[in-house]
Every structure is written in C-alpha cells, then in structure tokens.
C-alpha cells in the first residue's frame, strides 16, 4: 500500500487547514480530497469557520497572554510567599518574648494581590475564543470533563457541571483548567451556537456571600456573573444584554439547583 491508499487522519486534516503539512505530505492530502467527497467538505467547513473566527477574534488571537493566566508568574509568586513565611518565623523566633507575640501575624505569608474574577473569565475568555484548533481541553463527548474540573476546583467530583444551554442554541464544546492563584485552579467551559459565536463559563472557588446576576461589559464582549457559596462564576459572551442575561440566568438556576440538592 503507497502513502497515498493510506487512509488520512482528522489531525492531519487539521494540519491541511493550518498550513502545517509538508509539501510532500501535502500533495498526498491533495490527491486524497479529490477522490473522498466527505474529507473534503468537512475541510471547506473547517476552513470556512477558521475564517469567520479570524474575521470576528482574528485581533484578540495575537494579544499576549494576560498576566493573571501565566503560570511562571503564579509559580515565583508562591515561591516568593513560601520565602517570606520562613524569613519571618526566624525573626520571630529570636525575638521572642513579646516580639513574638506581636510579631506573630508575620508568621503568615502575605495574601495574593487583589484581583477581579470577572476580569480574569473576560481575559481567559477572550484568549481561547480566538483558537480554531485548541480552544478546550478536553471535549465535551469525555465522561470525566464535569467530574475532572469539578474535583480540581471545588474538591468534590460532582458539585460543578457544565449547564445545559440548548435552548439558546448552545452546544457545549468542552472545558480546560487553568491558573487561578496558586494552587487555586479555575474552570473554563466552552459553548457554541450555530452562528460560531462562542460563549463560557468560568468557575472558581472563592469565599464571599451570595450574589444576584450582575452585568459588565468589556469592548465587543460581556459578562455576567455572580457568587454562591465558595464558588464564583461568570458566563462570558458577545455585548448583547438581554441576551447574555437570559443565558446567565439559565446558568445560574441549574447550578444554584444542583449544589443545594
């Protein structure tokens, strides 16, 4: 059997779409498009997609990764903390007595700096909207997505679900961890209606009270978010109000339901 009756993989199609072939290999690929009518539509599509994503993210895709996401940073932060809970245990052990005591709330490493989760969703929403081939993690077809994050973020398997979204015509696509403070992760759900606009939901365990539906806007995209119990989350979209108000509220009914069972 040539390379050429070998049967060509999704990856590789993917490869195609991307410009990531070789010229060889792309040649093969050519050659196997014009004699398999159904790779080939599912390529167009492809293509036609990555292209209304460009047209519609195509700026936000070359942003740098905001600082709240990178991990090297969150990764100095905590050693930088971990530094200065040992130095002040020193001080206070020779001095001792009532320097000690008065210095006893040295002991503790100094909080993470302040931060806004609603601006950490709309960043994290902003950077993976804009990817045609990565945007999640894994998809939404794997059993353990809602389990996998549910335990990393809350720490029990099944208090955190992706709600379901269809009536707006949403589908879930799937989700990814990221970085939240450290070894604080969040969770980021990933959904897609049929107009390729793509909406999310972030999720992170934060205390603070409960909060009602709140509305706020960044550029060409918004967010509504709220507060239950230890969880915070923010479902992010394009800035369309009533809209985004509607699938917030959604949200927030089947999640409120499901935790307080």
């Known amino acids: 059997m040539t390379d050429r009756d070998t049967p060509i993989t999704d990856d590789e199609l993917h490869a195609y779409v991307d410009g990531e072939l070789s010229p060889e290999r792309r040649k093969i690929v050519d050659a196997w498009l014009a004699t398999h009518p159904d790779d080939a539509a599912r390529v167009a599509s492809w293509r036609a997609h990555a292209e209304l994503i460009r047209i519609r993210y195509g700026g936000v895709a070359h942003n740098p990764v905001p600082p709240r996401l990178d991990v090297a940073r969150l990764a100095r932060n905590q050693r930088r903390w971990t530094f200065a809970a040992a130095a002040a245990m020193v001080i206070a052990f020779v001095s001792g007595g009532a320097a000690g005591w008065f210095g006893r709330g ?15 969703a709309l960043e994290a929403h902003k950077l993976y909207i804009a990817e045609v081939r990565h945007p999640i993690e894994v998809p939404a077809s794997a059993n353990h997505l809602n389990p996998w994050l549910s335990r990393r973020v809350v720490g029990i398997p099944t208090s955190l679900k992706a709600p379901d979204l269809s009536a707006f015509g949403l589908k879930l696509m799937g989700g990814r961890l990221l970085p939240w403070q450290p070894g604080q992760p969040a969770a980021l759900f990933m959904y897609e209606n049929a107009a390729l606009e793509r909406y999310t939901l972030y999720a992170v365990r934060v205390g603070g009270p409960d909060t009602s539906l709140h ?7 918004a967010a509504v978010y709220w507060g239950d119990g230890e969880v915070r989350f923010v479902v ?15 949200a927030y009914e089947q999640l409120a339901s499901r935790t307080r069972t």
């Not at 800035?239 to 509607?246: G, I, T, V, Y």
């Open 106 to 120: 040295a002991l503790e490493p100094p909080g993470p700096p302040p931060r806004t989760v609603t601006a950490d």
């Open 215 to 221: 509305y706020d806007v960044s550029g060409n995209v």
């Open 236 to 250: 992010s979209g394009p800035a369309d109000r009533e809209k985004l108000l509607k699938i917030g509220q959604a």
